[in-house]
């Protein structure tokens, strides 16, 4: 409803019909007031992406599985190093705070990177477009993601920045107790987890729709009219 108003709206369009299950949109425009490139603005401002049905989409779904692999990778070694200690893992000795009041400078670095690298491959899908809906008093799922993801690391930030104190005073205590609550993982974590979920429901999706057009094609093209 949000995309089919807001290309409705657009002057020059005659007629804008939008099928979810499909993620197609059918528009009828008059090319002497407005063009394809004026209607894909529209869809990308109400926070979606649109393009002509013959033009190569960028967001294919080769593009989303390599992402999500790789970031799935990423998330992996970032709660490794984050929790692996808790399972009596083996961790690197220069980010084991146990060695070293200073090691535990670069455990949260480490983390710190691991989760930006995470973060930066979803920042458009998830971040930009959350953070400018729940601006515009329009939120929706993607600014209830970016809240909570961005929430966990502002807090990892700030507990690395308590840290880097304590361990500037040798206080082993604080160090000890900070280090285990950083929660950077878990800023990762909900994005990773959300774009599984999503690429799940877009095989699903597909699925569905191949069917459906299966059945329409067993519609008969010819019919016997009985006088």
């Not at 458009?124 to 966990?152: E, Q």
């Not at 069917?211 to 019919?223: F, G």
Request: charged share 20%; net charge neutral.
């Amino acid at each position: 409803a949000h995309v089919n108003k807001a290309v409705s709206n657009l002057e020059g369009v005659k007629v804008c019909n939008v099928n979810l299950l499909s993620n197609s949109m059918y528009v009828e425009w008059d090319e002497k007031v407005i063009d394809a490139r004026k209607i894909e603005l529209a869809v990308k401002k109400a926070g979606y992406s649109a393009s002509l049905k013959f033009r190569k989409s960028d967001q294919d779904s080769a593009v989303k599985l390599i992402k999500l692999c790789s970031s799935l990778i990423v998330l992996l070694i970032l709660m490794y190093v984050s929790m692996g200690h808790m399972f009596g893992a083996p961790v690197p000795a220069f980010i084991d705070p146990s060695i070293s009041l200073l090691n535990a400078r670069w455990f949260c670095l480490t983390q710190l990177v691991l989760a930006v690298i995470v973060i930066s491959v979803y920042f458009s899908d998830y971040y930009l477009d959350g953070l400018k809906k729940l601006v515009n008093l329009k939120p929706n799922m993607n600014s209830l993601i970016a809240v909570g993801s961005l929430a966990s690391f502002i807090y990892g930030v700030v507990v690395s920045i308590q840290v880097f104190i304590a361990t500037e005073n040798s206080d082993s205590v604080l160090v000890e107790e900070l280090h285990m609550n950083l929660y950077f993982e878990s800023s990762a974590m909900i994005l990773v987890f959300v774009a599984i979920g999503k690429y799940l429901e877009s095989l699903s999706k597909k699925k569905t729709t191949d069917a459906i057009n299966d059945l329409v094609k067993l519609s008969p093209q010819e019919a016997c009219v009985i006088r």
